[in-house]
């Protein structure tokens, strides 16, 4: 695991370049994934840790904690993390039980080369489109030694500020999903994502519609992956089923309870994170 020896904590003190979190804070985000988890009864919540434009001192404190798993909506900010924390893994001899990162912001076919060659990169849980996915699969580093999970992105509100497949286009969906268990073959298609809308979010009604909208999508690509030829039950999905990703920190209890299999709670476990433009112009200290 990654430690917090002497020299290093002091040297991160001296040049920033190893940020380490303070004993306050490192209690306080402690306090607050072990509340998270007493809500979803289970040692190892299951999804990432929503962490943009939040310090790498805030990731380290959680992974001591146990928390593996985290999510990053930025590619650079993601690539910098990443490489900030292999660096420091390396520096300490310590390459076992590395950071799963996910990346769970929209992707631009010019970022997906970056993005492929991250180091510990787990998931991207947001392709909408066969060109992202061409992308990612032709640019996986040659020393990768497991394929790449992939989450396809479902609009299930309808919104137009929301990104992904819409949730009726079928024949998009499942030919996206071919194209990704056919073509791809450092890519493993695992399951949905969906980021459903705010009124759904902070509904006081018994059923999140998006919630319930995905599932229904989730159980149609499954009979259309079945179906195919080719499309066996074991190039795709865990088990032979298709994972969801849905739910955040407004609504990962409700999403958990209509069968999510990952949940992203961000703010729940670090607060009102800064807006990305106000991190960009912070004065460094």
Known sequence: SLQTPPSLQQKSHDDRRVPFPTPERTAELHEALRDIRAQVHTATPPGATH???????????????????????????????????????????????????????????????????????HCVQTVSSTKIATYLNKNLPPERTTPLNMLLQVNTSGEDNKAGIFWSSTSELTALALHVIQECPNLHLQGLMTIGSLSESLSDGDENKDFKTLIGVRDTLEAALKEAAGAGAGGWGEDGRLLLSMGMSSDFKAALAAGSDVVRVGTGIFGARPKKEAVASAPAS
Not at 55 to 72: K, M, T, V
Not at 87 to 105: K, N, V, Y
């Open 51 to 121: 962490t943009p434009t939040l310090p790498l001192s805030d990731i380290l404190a959680c992974y001591e904690a146990g928390q593996r798993d985290f999510g990053e909506n930025y590619v650079q900010e993601l690539h910098d993390k990443a490489q900030k924390v292999a660096e420091l893994a390396e520096s300490q001899g310590s390459q076992q039980d590395p950071i799963r990162w996910h990346f769970i912001g929209a992707l631009q076919s010019n970022k997906a080369g970056i993005l492929a060659k991250i180091p510990n990169l």
